[in-house]
């Protein structure tokens, strides 16, 4: 298993690493290398950059674990409920329509399930943005009397009509959305809805277990 870790390790970082390198840079010296870009494409350049540099430093924090070189990598602060305003925010400056509802949480939410709302909003964005660009999202997530339940809603006017299949709802990304939910004993629902794509999860707010694939 160590063995195969480490070659995840490598491949990880001499393959995909070096790929969003390339695209810091690129992304970054665009503005040198394109005169005359009017100022508006030079800020969509430097959030590319900006965003590619924050994915290599998950990376390098992910290869860490992998290769179990640095036990301070697991220690390391993870995202959570008040970590989603900020995936709005980015989702916006990419040019989504993105509508947030986020009530204080009334009750203290364990750290694995505030990870875990915060991975399905995360990846439920990435679907939208490739299945249902310039669709409009509306985000909810509530947590009290004991759940957090988290709804992620994009409407019509994108993609998944014409472009979504069956196999589209089988994906890594919803796969691993399941996985998050089994591991807390919760419940997450998947589908198209109204001409758009609807994904609700509700966990139970007691839940410790660690979601797979993040470390803790």
Do not use: C
């Not at 697991?74 to 009530?103: I, N």
């Not at 691993?176 to 794509?197: I, Q, S, Y």
């Amino acid at each position: 298993m160590l063995e195969e870790r480490a070659r995840i390790a490598r491949e990880m970082h001499d393959v995909v690493a070096h790929h969003m390198s390339m695209i810091a840079v690129r992304a970054e010296t665009a503005p040198y290398r394109l005169p005359g870009l009017a100022w508006p494409a030079e800020e969509e350049f430097a959030a590319l950059g900006q965003a590619a540099r924050e994915a290599m430093a998950d990376m390098r924090r992910l290869l860490r674990v992998l290769r179990d070189e640095d036990a301070a990598g697991e220690r390391s602060p993870q995202p959570g409920l008040a970590d989603v305003p900020a995936l709005a925010d980015t989702a916006r400056r990419a040019g989504t329509k993105v509508t947030l509802a986020m009530p204080p949480p009334g009750t203290d939410v364990p750290p694995a399930v505030a990870l875990t709302a915060y991975r399905i909003v995360q990846e439920s964005l990435s679907n939208a943005g490739r299945h249902a660009p310039g669709a409009p999202v509306k985000i909810a997530v509530v947590a009290g009397n004991g759940t957090v339940r988290v709804d992620v809603v994009n409407g019509a006017g994108g993609t998944w009509p014409a472009n979504g299949s069956e196999a589209d709802l089988t994906g890594h990304g919803l796969a691993g959305m399941r996985e998050r939910v089994a591991l807390l004993g919760g419940r997450l629902e998947a589908g198209p809805r109204d001409g758009g794509f609807a994904v609700r999860a509700e966990l139970p707010a007691g839940g410790t277990a660690a979601p797979a694939g993040d470390a803790r």
